[in-house]
């Protein structure tokens, strides 16, 4: 896909603004029919019926059956992708005609249909509508016979977007023609250029979004073929111990001949800072203009009322409010996706041969929410596995329930650790940053044939064969101070006096009493100290 950002003149935002409005109704239309189909075929008796058949193997004959009865209740229902095609060219009439096109319609009704589907087959949460604020983001055609196609000039070269009857031209190029952002971007053009000449361009769309609280346009142009490699390759192998904001690395230079080579802790968008701060100022100021703007929607005692809120017409300087926090978390957004992108390049330019615990990190945003919202490790995990695959290269996810390299050792010795405990430490001598060595054990993982079916296990001699030579590089991220043993969890007390804020906190505690506490207790801190508990209490 070629991303090229579009300059529309402000007549020209208020017309694509005026058409995605047009395609937004329709696929709110489109997605109420899908949903109201759904219903009806969740409703029929053969519906159960099908769910009763046995699943099998995905080529078995029981399999295929259970298809075929789910795909005649579908076809009776009209719940396909062809039958909702059709119903999206019938909801061009009026001013949905004049604003959405064909294709687009078809598109649009297809993606709802999408989402409906995925929703009936557990695969997805329920679809939403789109509301009037948000608006739809994108409109697109299926091929090159819709409304949208490419606005070449007289040699050829594509210098803008067509959009029935309207032409939209491409953004200057950023910067200086020495800059990087200026190469890249005419790099992007020929290469446009270039699948134009062929023939390869297959789809084009418009995605709008807001950029600095004021919205742009963006052409995509989906071509065929892979993308480019701009990063080589490397030919090793690449084991993985994600955690929320750090991942400890081993990789080996070969896969042939496995040496060391760039072992260690990456951490997880390290540009990243929260402004919560700053976000919370900017968040107060809203809420005083929603209750301002709209006391309706707030009870007797200030609280927001339930339901739907009655602040549709927002002021001006609420809209900027709003645009403002949008901006914050946006930029957060590039900022993080930038440096998944770096890393990534980083790993895969030592092997395109990945290794990796599959783990279910949504599981983490209990445990460790601040961590999981700012570095994304999921996110990461799915751009390191895109670009593996695109490089050419293999994605091995194992099983965390049969190898359990937490608990491992080289010898074959099992011994559960707490999270507290950073260091790997075995009786039979193997000593390792336990992240580092879970991430060692994790190159001697395979898929082994057993009686319950293909199973990942560990291999445990070619791992205490190889340790000897990894040994030193698992020590590189050294022992957190704060690793220690669950018989050293013990807090020892402070003995030292209150100081000036104790003293405050505990007459602010007391203050209730009928006698004030200094009258009791006196100003010296050493005579409260010696009336105190071992708890920090002032004693009754």
């Given at each position: 896909?070629?991303?090229?950002?579009?300059?529309?003149?402000?007549?020209?935002?208020?017309?694509?603004?005026?058409?995605?409005?047009?395609?937004?109704?329709?696929?709110?239309?489109?997605?109420?029919?899908?949903?109201?189909?759904?219903?009806?075929?969740?409703?029929?008796?053969?519906?159960?019926?099908?769910?009763?058949?046995?699943?099998?193997?995905?080529?078995?004959?029981?399999?295929?059956?259970?298809?075929?009865?789910f795909a005649a209740l579908a076809h009776r229902h009209s719940f396909t992708k062809d039958d909702f095609q059709s119903y999206g060219s019938s909801l061009r009439v009026s001013y949905i005609r004049e604003g959405v096109g064909a294709e687009e319609a078809q598109l649009l009704a297809k993606r709802a249909f999408d989402a409906t589907d995925r929703w009936s087959k557990r695969l997805g949460g329920k679809p939403r509508f789109k509301p009037?604020?948000?608006?739809?983001?994108?409109?697109?055609?299926?091929?090159?016979?819709?409304?949208?196609?490419?606005?070449?000039?007289?040699?050829?070269?594509?210098?803008?977007?067509?959009?029935?009857?309207?032409?939209?031209?491409?953004?200057?190029?950023?910067?200086?023609?020495?800059?990087?952002?200026?190469?890249?971007?005419?790099?992007?053009?020929?290469?446009?250029?270039?699948?134009?000449?062929?023939?390869?361009?297959?789809?084009?769309?418009?995605?709008?979004?807001?950029?600095?609280?004021?919205?742009?346009?963006?052409?995509?142009?989906?071509?065929?073929?892979?993308?480019?490699?701009?990063?080589?390759?490397?030919?090793?192998?690449?084991?993985?111990?994600?955690?929320?904001?750090?991942?400890?690395?081993?990789?080996?230079?070969?896969?042939?001949?496995?040496?060391?080579?760039?072992?260690?802790?990456?951490?997880?968008?390290?540009?990243?800072?929260?402004?919560?701060?700053?976000?919370r100022r900017v968040q107060r100021r809203l809420d005083r203009q929603h209750r301002a703007g709209s006391p309706s929607c707030f009870d007797d005692k200030g609280r927001h009322k339930k339901g739907g809120c009655d602040w549709k017409e927002r002021s001006k300087r609420a809209e900027r409010t709003k645009l403002e926090i949008a901006e914050s978390y946006r930029r957060l957004a590039a900022r993080r996706a930038s440096e998944h992108g770096?890393?990534?390049?980083?790993?895969?330019?030592?092997?395109?041969?990945?290794?990796?615990?599959?783990?279910?990190?949504?599981?983490?945003?209990?445990?460790?929410?601040?961590?999981?919202?700012?570095?994304?490790?999921?996110?990461?995990?799915?751009?390191?596995?895109?670009?593996?695959?695109?490089?050419?290269?293999?994605?091995?996810?194992?099983?965390?329930?049969?190898?359990?390299?937490?608990?491992?050792?080289?010898?074959?010795?099992?011994?559960?650790?707490?999270?507290?405990?950073?260091?790997?430490?075995?009786?039979?001598?193997?000593?390792?940053?336990?992240?580092?060595?879970?991430?060692?054990?994790?190159?001697?993982?395979?898929?082994?044939?057993?009686?319950?079916?293909?199973?990942?296990?560990?291999?445990?001699?070619?791992?205490?064969?190889?340790?000897?030579?990894?040994?030193?590089?698992?020590?590189?991220?050294?022992?957190?101070?704060?690793?220690?043993?669950?018989?050293?969890?013990?807090?020892?007390?402070?003995?030292?006096?209150?100081?000036?804020?104790?003293?405050?906190?505990?007459?602010?505690?007391?203050?209730?009493?009928?006698?004030?506490?200094?009258?009791?207790?006196?100003?010296?801190?050493?005579?409260?100290?010696?009336?105190?508990?071992?708890?920090?209490?002032?004693?009754?």
């Amino acid at each position: 896909m070629i991303s090229v950002p579009l300059r529309p003149t402000p007549a020209q935002m208020a017309m694509v603004s005026t058409r995605l409005e047009a395609a937004r109704r329709l696929y709110n239309a489109s997605l109420g029919e899908a949903l109201g189909r759904c219903a009806a075929m969740h409703a029929d008796p053969d519906f159960d019926r099908a769910k009763k058949l046995p699943k099998g193997s995905p080529r078995s004959p029981a399999s295929a059956a259970r298809r075929e009865a789910f795909a005649a209740l579908a076809h009776r229902h009209s719940f396909t992708k062809d039958d909702f095609q059709s119903y999206g060219s019938s909801l061009r009439v009026s001013y949905i005609r004049e604003g959405v096109g064909a294709e687009e319609a078809q598109l649009l009704a297809k993606r709802a249909f999408d989402a409906t589907d995925r929703w009936s087959k557990r695969l997805g949460g329920k679809p939403r509508f789109k509301p009037i604020r948000r608006g739809l983001r994108s409109a697109g055609t299926k091929d090159l016979c819709g409304d949208m196609k490419p606005m070449l000039d007289g040699d050829g070269a594509p210098v803008g977007l067509r959009w029935a009857k309207l032409d939209i031209a491409f953004a200057p190029l950023p910067g200086g023609s020495s800059s990087r952002a200026h190469r890249d971007a005419a790099a992007e053009r020929g290469r446009l250029q270039e699948k134009l000449s062929k023939g390869e361009l297959l789809q084009v769309r418009v995605v709008r979004s807001t950029i600095a609280e004021r919205p742009t346009l963006r052409a995509q142009f989906v071509v065929d073929g892979r993308p480019p490699i701009r990063h080589k390759a490397g030919n090793g192998r690449v084991s993985i111990d994600a955690g929320p904001s750090n991942i400890y690395v081993v990789t080996t230079d070969t896969v042939a001949a496995p040496i060391p080579k760039g072992c260690g802790r990456r951490q997880l968008a390290p540009g990243v800072t929260h402004p919560a701060a700053e976000l919370r100022r900017v968040q107060r100021r809203l809420d005083r203009q929603h209750r301002a703007g709209s006391p309706s929607c707030f009870d007797d005692k200030g609280r927001h009322k339930k339901g739907g809120c009655d602040w549709k017409e927002r002021s001006k300087r609420a809209e900027r409010t709003k645009l403002e926090i949008a901006e914050s978390y946006r930029r957060l957004a590039a900022r993080r996706a930038s440096e998944h992108g770096e890393l990534s390049n980083d790993l895969l330019s030592l092997g395109a041969d990945v290794r990796f615990e599959r783990l279910e990190y949504r599981s983490w945003q209990k445990m460790f929410p601040r961590s999981v919202r700012d570095r994304a490790i999921g996110a990461f995990m799915e751009t390191l596995i895109r670009k593996a695959e695109n490089a050419g290269g293999s994605v091995y996810p194992y099983s965390p329930y049969t190898t359990a390299l937490s608990q491992s050792c080289v010898c074959g010795r099992r011994e559960r650790k707490p999270l507290s405990q950073r260091q790997h430490r075995c009786t039979c001598g193997a000593q390792a940053q336990r992240d580092l060595f879970s991430a060692f054990l994790g190159h001697h993982v395979a898929p082994v044939e057993t009686a319950h079916g293909s199973l990942d296990l560990l291999d445990q001699e070619g791992a205490a064969a190889s340790f000897a030579a990894f040994a030193p590089h698992l020590q590189e991220a050294g022992e957190s101070p704060w690793s220690v043993g669950a018989a050293d969890k013990r807090r020892v007390r402070r003995r030292r006096p209150p100081g000036r804020r104790s003293l405050v906190r505990i007459r602010h505690r007391h203050s209730r009493r009928p006698q004030d506490v200094t009258e009791t207790l006196g100003e010296n801190p050493e005579e409260i100290q010696a009336t105190l508990p071992h708890d920090g209490r002032v004693a009754a």
